[in-house]
């Protein structure tokens, strides 16, 4: 069974810390690994990752994948309350669909 | 104003009653997704349909099924059948059902409750 394993399962800190989410799965035709971000309801798209090493950056949030590894990792830099969700990682495989994570939670205090 | 809508967005329903949640998107996508999401859980893959009238099912379809008469419309029903049908279903669209890289865009969702 194709698994996606998201640690840590969730998170509490403080504003202005930098946090790093863990995502690693299992192989099958590999195609993409996505990074989404849910607040209250419907996930929001970050990132999505094809080659090994190749860091994707959006203003404080950043992720880079292993191939080699398989894991990717979600960098999130200075962080604010508003940053606060809980963030899915997402491995696409030989066909369009996605076999998702639990998410890691995350919680930034004021 | 382009996207997808669910709709209602809280669904109330007695044990034993069938109910269609609606899904609707004006982005001119393909494929279409259902998922569901358990308090701690992630997404889980109920049904999903790459092109008009064709569908296949997902992780947990039981208890579920579908339609896709449209390409803009991707109704679920919730059946009697389905064990545990309290939770958070979301509805998801991607641009072409073949495409190589597939990011999918999600609807606000429906949380459906089972009394």
């Known amino acids: 069974e194709d698994k996606v394993v998201q640690s840590p399962l969730s998170l509490v800190v403080h504003e202005g810390d930098t946090v790093t989410l863990n995502c690693s799965y299992e192989v099958t035709n590999f195609r993409s690994l996505l990074w989404y971000k849910q607040e209250k309801k419907a996930p929001t798209f970050l990132f999505m990752l094809t080659s090994s090493g190749i860091e994707k950056k959006s203003g404080r949030l950043s992720s880079i994948l292993d191939k080699k590894e398989l894991f990717s990792i979600l960098n999130i830099t200075a962080t604010q309350t508003g940053d606060s969700a809980v963030y899915l990682c997402a491995r696409q495989g030989g066909s369009e669909k996605l076999v998702f994570g639990k998410g890691t939670k995350l919680t930034v205090n004021p | 104003d382009g996207g997808i809508t669910q709709s209602p967005k809280y669904l109330f329903r007695k044990e034993g009653q069938n109910v269609t949640l609606s899904c609707e998107q004006n982005l001119n996508h393909d494929a279409m997704y259902w998922y569901r999401q358990d308090p701690g859980q992630g997404l889980r893959l109920i049904y999903y349909?790459?092109?008009?009238?064709?569908?296949q099912k997902g992780d947990i379809a039981e208890g579920y099924s579908v339609s896709r008469e449209k390409k803009e419309s991707f109704p679920l029903t919730v059946t009697s059948a389905q064990k545990n049908p309290t939770a958070f279903y979301l509805c998801?669209?991607?641009?072409?059902?073949?495409?190589?890289?597939?990011?999918?865009?999600f609807g606000p969702g429906t949380r459906l409750t089972v009394l």
């Open positions: 349909s790459q092109i008009v009238n064709d569908f």
């Open positions: 998801a669209s991607s641009i072409a059902a073949l495409s190589l890289y597939n990011e999918q865009f």
